[in-house]
C-alpha cells in the first residue's frame, strides 16, 4: 500500500489525473534549510504514481545542490528534475547576446555556475565592458555588487546600453527564521539607482514553466506554490492547474484580496490536502458553501452563515465568494473569522 491511501469518496484530490507534480520549494518543500512539516512525506507519496519537478527562483544555487538538499531531506532527486531562474536566464540571455560574450553576473554561484555552462564569461566589475548585467538573489550580494550593476547600466539599453536581465523579482523569500528580503528588493535598489526596469526570466514569466513543462513531458501538471504574484500568476499565465499551500509567504487575507490573474485551482493548509478529496465550491441563492462552511455577499459585507468545522473550508468559500464578485477587496467589509490565520508558517 502507498504511504497515503485515499478515503473512500467520489470527490477527486488535487492529484487526480495529474502526472507531472512540480512544486515550487522555498515556502512549499522547506523553509532555510529544514523541511516543511508534513512537505516530504506528501510528495513522496504524490511521486508514487507520478513524476516530480521543482522550480525554483531562487537563484543562490545550483541545480545540483538543491537536488543534493531536497535528497538530503528524504526527497531523491536528480538535477535535472530541478529547473532554476538562472537557466531560464541563460535561455532569455541567448536571445539577445552571443555566448563567448562577458556578462556581469550579481549573483551566487547558481547564476554563475549556468552562465559558464551557457559559455558566458562572467565578470564581477563594470570596467570589464560586460555585454550585459544578470541578477540573481544570493545572501552574499551587498552594496558592492549593486553598484557595479548600476555602473554598467548607466547608459538606458534604448540609447545603446547593454541588457538587463534578473532571475526573478520575488519580494522576499522565507527562510527559518522568518521572512527576509529576496531578489525583487535588490533589483529594485538598481533601478531606483538608474532608473531603468529588467527583463525577468522566472516566475510568474511563462519561460521557466515552458521549460519545466516540456522537460518532463508533462500532459496534465499541477503546480504547488505559496506566492499568489509568481508562482500562481506563473501558473495562470502558463495555463498550468495550481495550488497555493499556506506554509509559505501568503496568507489568508491575501488569498482573499487575490486578483483574477492570480488565484489558484487549490487552497490547501499543507500539503497532506493533495491527497485529501478537495471540496466541491456549491453556489446556491448567492450563497457559497464548501464542506460545512458557507459564506454569502450582503452589498459591502462579507457574510459568514456557517464557519463550519475546518478553517481552510471557511476561506475557500469566503475567497470564492469575494472572486466571484469580480470586485476589489477594499469594497468590502471582511469579518476577522474569515482570515484567520491557523495554517504553518515559517
Excluded at 502507498?2 to 507531472?20: A, H, I
Excluded at 529547473?83 to 550579481?106: D, E, F, H, K, N
Aim: without cysteine.
Amino acid at each position: 500500500m502507498g504511504l497515503f491511501s485515499r478515503r473512500q469518496s467520489s470527490t477527486p484530490t488535487p492529484l487526480d489525473g495529474v502526472d507531472v507534480v512540480l512544486a515550487d520549494l522555498d515556502g512549499v518543500v522547506y523553509a532555510g534549510a529544514g523541511p516543511l512539516p508534513h512537505a516530504v512525506e506528501s510528495l513522496t507519496g504524490a511521486g508514487e504514481s507520478r513524476r516530480l519537478g521543482y522550480i525554483t527562483n531562487n537563484a543562490s544555487r545550483t541545480d545540483a545542490s538543491v537536488a543534493a538538499h531536497l535528497s538530503e531531506l528524504g526527497l531523491q532527486t536528480a538535477a535535472e528534475e530541478v529547473v532554476t531562474s538562472p537557466q531560464a536566464a541563460m535561455r532569455l540571455l541567448a536571445t539577445r547576446v552571443a555566448p563567448g560574450s562577458t556578462i556581469l553576473v550579481v549573483g551566487g554561484e547558481g547564476l554563475v555556475v549556468e552562465a559558464e555552462k551557457s559559455g558566458y564569461i562572467v565578470t564581477r566589475s563594470a570596467d570589464d565592458a560586460p555585454a550585459a548585467v544578470v541578477q540573481g538573489f544570493a545572501p552574499e550580494v551587498g552594496w558592492t555588487h549593486l553598484a557595479e550593476a548600476a555602473f554598467a547600466l548607466k547608459v538606458p539599453e534604448e540609447e545603446g546600453g547593454i541588457p538587463w536581465i534578473a532571475t526573478n523579482t520575488d519580494w522576499t523569500i522565507p527562510q527559518s527564521r522568518g521572512v527576509a528580503p529576496g531578489n525583487g528588493t535588490l533589483v529594485s535598489a538598481v533601478h531606483t539607482a538608474i532608473g531603468r526596469l529588467a527583463t525577468v526570466a522566472g516566475k510568474p514569466e511563462t519561460p521557466i514553466f515552458e521549460e519545466a513543462v516540456a522537460r518532463f513531458g508533462a500532459s496534465a501538471p499541477l503546480f504547488l506554490g505559496d506566492r499568489l504574484d509568481t508562482d500562481i500568476l506563473g501558473a495562470n499565465r502558463a495555463g498550468i492547474p495550481s495550488a497555493l499551500v499556506l506554509t509559505g509567504i501568503d496568507r489568508p487575507k491575501h488569498l482573499l484580496a487575490a486578483p483574477a490573474g492570480s488565484q489558484p485551482t487549490y487552497v490547501l493548509s499543507d500539503l497532506r490536502e493533495l491527497h485529501e478529496p478537495y471540496p466541491q465550491t456549491i453556489v446556491r441563492d448567492g450563497v457559497v458553501s464548501v464542506g460545512g462552511a458557507s459564506v454569502r455577499i450582503d452589498g459591502p459585507d462579507v457574510t459568514i452563515l456557517a464557519a463550519g468545522e475546518r478553517q481552510i473550508d471557511l476561506l475557500r468559500a469566503g475567497a470564492a465568494a469575494i472572486w466571484q464578485t469580480g470586485r476589489a477587496i477594499f469594497g468590502f467589509r471582511v469579518p476577522e473569522a474569515l482570515y484567520a490565520d491557523p495554517f504553518h508558517r515559517p
